[in-house]
């Protein structure tokens, strides 16, 4: 029985990845906001719950680190990186705020926030992305499924067509490391 789930999963990955080439004119702008963003003297925020948590924590470490090249450090925060934070805001406000707080605190005008949830349906998604369009951020979500609540409510929104929640993550990897990709080509060593 094993031996059908690997050449099931790719052909699943490839369905889920090939969803993606109807949105490269999405990707394409997202790709100049963010340029203009980090050109800007501006950050990056990112946020998702669970695996989308990784993927956020990945996005933001690989712009402050390096992705390929030894480009300088762009800005980048996490916001669900700091356990302090967000027991405390969970604490005294809900789990519903967790971004929102972290976005009015840290987010300025023309900062760009990404959100991953892979059901488009994370309400400390949406409180983020309506606190980040009252505060003038740019703002990105990157979803699965059908968008979910978050449909329609970002700047930007990449919809991967995929029902699976693992499909739907390794298509946001790929995605974030295109992104990344194109901002390193700006960003020289």
Same mark, same amino acid.
């Given at each position: 029985?094993?031996?059908s789930i690997l050449p099931n999963t790719i052909a699943e990955s490839c369905a889920a990845l090939q969803s993606l080439a109807a949105q490269q004119t999405t990707f394409d702008k997202l790709t100049a906001a963010t340029v203009r963003c980090l050109r800007a003297g501006n950050k990056v925020l990112t946020c998702g719950n669970g695996g989308s948590a990784a993927d956020a924590m990945h996005m933001?470490?690989?712009f402050i680190?390096?992705?390929?090249s030894n480009r300088r450090s762009l800005p980048a925060v996490c916001l669900n990186a700091d356990p302090t934070?967000? =027991?405390c805001i969970a604490n005294d406000f809900g789990y519903d705020e967790i971004?929102?707080?972290q976005v009015e605190g840290l987010g300025v005008r023309g900062d760009l926030l990404v959100c991953f949830t =892979?059901?488009?349906n994370s309400v400390n998604c949406l409180r983020a992305l309506a606190v980040a369009k009252a505060r003038g951020l740019i703002s990105v979500a990157l979803l699965g499924k059908d968008g979910g609540k978050a449909k329609g409510v970002a700047d930007f929104e990449i919809i991967v067509g995929h029902r699976d929640t693992?499909?739907?993550q390794e298509a946001h990897t790929l995605i974030l490391h295109a992104l990344l990709e194109?901002?390193?080509?700006e960003f020289p060593a």
């Open positions: 029985m094993s031996e933001a470490e690989e680190a390096r992705y390929r934070v967000l =027991t971004f929102a707080r =892979t059901s488009g693992a499909r739907v194109v901002v390193e080509r």
